[in-house]
């Protein structure tokens, strides 16, 4: 599946999502949205890498086709007709990144180079996120004079902490690997972008190893208990085991370490 913006492959159970534009345009955004859909879609899935093909992650949204194709709303009337419809519009693209935070089997993001704005709107809605040495992160919205509104604002909280997270949005400054390492934004950082790539792909065929339906049903509890109080996380997977702790997995996983042999997990 291949548009120019987007490409989708799937190597066995390991799903690789390649942003092929350095920018967002619009018409990325439904690319993205339709890409995670048919990732969301397919049952043989269990995990994802977010990657990208150029000479950086993502510079962020594509301020000059946005406003060649959406000038008149963004910055146009400043009636309640036009701004319900940039308001829609700001919804519709919210909507693509969440699908990245909504799919159901974990999604690591392989970060190389820059990565701004809404690149990093699309890496917080990641479950993981690797980079390379050389990948430079910025919250930048703030210094083009706008409100980050697809996503960091709302998720980097839980990555790096609310103190963090205020800090790179105030300032909209650079951020390199070391620091994004230090403070949580990401899980390791490899010296190029083959070592990336080899790491994330170990880090997929890791998680896909596992009983898939114990995987998503990680992440949909981990899901459900952001934002809430410990008590309801625990009545909400209390629920979730007795209703989907039977399976043919738990069986073979009980059954291979009785008999000391690797399990063959087939998500039933």
Known sequence: MTDGLVRVERAENITTVT????????????????????????REVRAVIVAASGKAFSYGLDLREAMAEQGE????????????????????????????????????????????????DLAAACDLRLCTSDARFSLRETRLAM????????????????????????????????TALARGLVNAVYADRAALEAGARALAAEIAANPPLAVRGVKEVLAFGEGKAAREGLAYVAAWNAAFLASEDLGEAMGAFAEKRAPRFRGR
């Open 73 to 120: 709303l963004i910055a146009g009337p400043t009636l309640a007709g036009p701004r319900t419809e940039l308001l829609g519009l700001i919804r519709k693209w919210q909507a693509s990144v969440s699908a990245v935070a909504d799919c159901p089997v974990p999604v690591i993001a392989a970060i190389h180079g820059w990565c701004i704005g809404g690149g990093l």
């Open 19 to 42: 942003l092929e534009s350095l920018t967002m345009t619009p018409r990325f955004f439904q690319a993205l949205g339709e890409a995670f859909g048919a990732v969301a879609a397919d």
């Open 147 to 178: 409100v980050a509104d697809l996503g960091s604002l709302q998720r980097l909280p839980a990555i790096v902490g609310q103190g963090y997270l205020r800090e790179l949005a105030f300032t909209g400054r650079d951020v390199g690997a070391p």
